[in-house]
């Protein structure tokens, strides 16, 4: 079974400060992994994935996330918070079978102006 | 502008209502899906359809009845609800099912409040 943990259901960052939001997977075969982020009454937005390949992946809004086999972590970082970031972030894994991502409960991200 | 469109985005039934929510996708996909995304848990696979054909269902409780008239359109019919129902229902598409790594567009969900 396939599963994803996210460490810290908040984070709070300072304004132009780093953003780290941690992913930990569990999966028996290579897995596809997701970010996607909710804004405040929004539906789920993909910010980036990673399939094949480079395992430094870029997404929109400057976000970017390493896929790291060794530490089964695809943590999501940016090198400088705006307040425009504040919103849900949600790490997700693909689940064998008919195409279910399996999603990690959210972090809160609430950026100190 | 995610290409899926939700109606209604807001929705207030009672326990002997009948509803159901809409869902439309503009991408030209052949795969949609309804999760539930409730407080504090992880969002969670009520149906799968694919080619308008149900390719799963994750054990939902019969008051949630999907149905999908082709590829574009899919709905959830509710009857019956619980309080415990109320939740952030979000729909969802992509280019096929069953192939890993295929990205799944969202669409911004209708809250269903069941008093």
């Known amino acids: 079974a396939q599963s994803v943990t996210q460490l810290g259901s908040h984070v709070s960052v300072s304004e132009g400060a780093l953003v780290l939001l941690r992913c930990n997977y569990s999966s028996s075969v290579p897995p596809y992994l997701f970010w996607y982020v909710q804004y405040p009454n929004q539906g789920l937005q993909l910010l980036l994935k990673y399939t094949t390949g480079a395992t430094l992946v870029k997404g929109i809004n400057g976000f970017e996330a390493e896929f790291k086999k060794s530490e089964t972590s695809f943590h999501l970082t940016k090198p400088s918070a705006h307040m425009s970031d504040a919103a849900e972030y949600f790490c997700?894994?693909?689940?064998?079978?008919?195409?279910?991502?399996?999603f990690g409960t959210g972090t809160r991200l609430t950026v100190i102006p | 502008e995610t290409g899926v469109t939700q109606t209604p985005r807001h929705l207030v039934m009672g326990m002997t209502n009948k509803k159901s929510l809409k869902c439309e996708q503009h991408l030209g996909h052949n795969a949609m899906y309804w999760y539930k995304q409730s407080a504090k848990k992880p969002l969670e696979l009520m149906f799968v359809?694919?080619?308008?054909?149900?390719?799963e269902n994750n054990s939902v409780p019969s008051r949630f009845s999907p149905e999908c008239p082709n590829s574009s359109h899919l709905f959830l019919h509710l009857h019956t609800l619980q309080p415990e129902d109320s939740a952030l229902y979000l729909c969802a598409s992509s280019q096929e099912s069953g192939i890993r790594g295929n990205t799944i567009y969202f669409g911004e969900g209708s809250w269903l409040t069941v008093v």
């Open positions: 997700a894994v693909i689940q064998t079978g008919a195409n279910n991502l399996f």
């Open positions: 359809y694919s080619l308008e054909e149900r390719v």
